[in-house]
């Protein structure tokens, strides 16, 4: 995994990106959900980042925006060549580390119910299922939420 980097999403990056979001989104149009992933690198620039192999491809991608004490992980995507090789780790476990500098509490995330073999990955990082949403990506499109309690940050 040594050849495996982590840095900040770049506008050039934005349709491999758009590609890979469609594997976390299976209910999005590639086109129209650009202009989140767009509107997202805009609003948190610094939350959103990639991961790229020794080619300098982009094989996974994270985002998330922060409100108040409590984040939402906007998505998060590798490549299907490159799942089950720690990308998505590193991949969350740098926008968690993020997250913490921002004094972030808790950390929210909404898992498409056809993703849902994603949430075992989720937990591995403590996260805990605490609801579901009908109809939150759209008609019939219902979402699993999980959240995060970043304890560190207790009374600090």
Do not use: T
């Not at 980097?5 to 770049?10: L, P």
């Not at 086109?31 to 610094?46: F, N, V």
């Not at 009908?134 to 019939?140: A, K, L, P, T, V």
């Amino acid at each position: 995994m040594s050849n495996i980097k982590i840095r900040q999403m770049r506008i050039e990056d934005i349709e491999k990106v758009a590609e890979l979001a469609m594997l976390a989104n299976p209910f999005a149009e590639k086109e129209a959900y650009k202009k989140h992933l767009i509107e997202e690198l805009r609003l948190s620039p610094e939350l959103s980042i990639v991961a790229v192999n020794n080619k300098n491809e982009v094989i996974g991608y994270a985002q998330a925006d922060v409100r108040g004490e409590m984040a939402v992980l906007e998505d998060i995507a590798v490549s299907e060549n490159w799942q089950r090789k720690g990308v998505g780790r590193k991949l969350l476990e740098k926008e968690i580390e993020m997250l913490k500098e921002k004094e972030v509490k808790i950390v929210r995330a909404e898992v498409h119910y056809k993703c849902a073999e994603a949430i075992p990955f989720y937990y591995k990082f403590g996260f805990r299922i605490s609801g579901f949403e009908q109809d939150y990506f759209g008609i019939g499109q219902d979402a699993i939420i999980l959240k995060l309690e970043l304890r560190e940050n207790e009374g600090s």
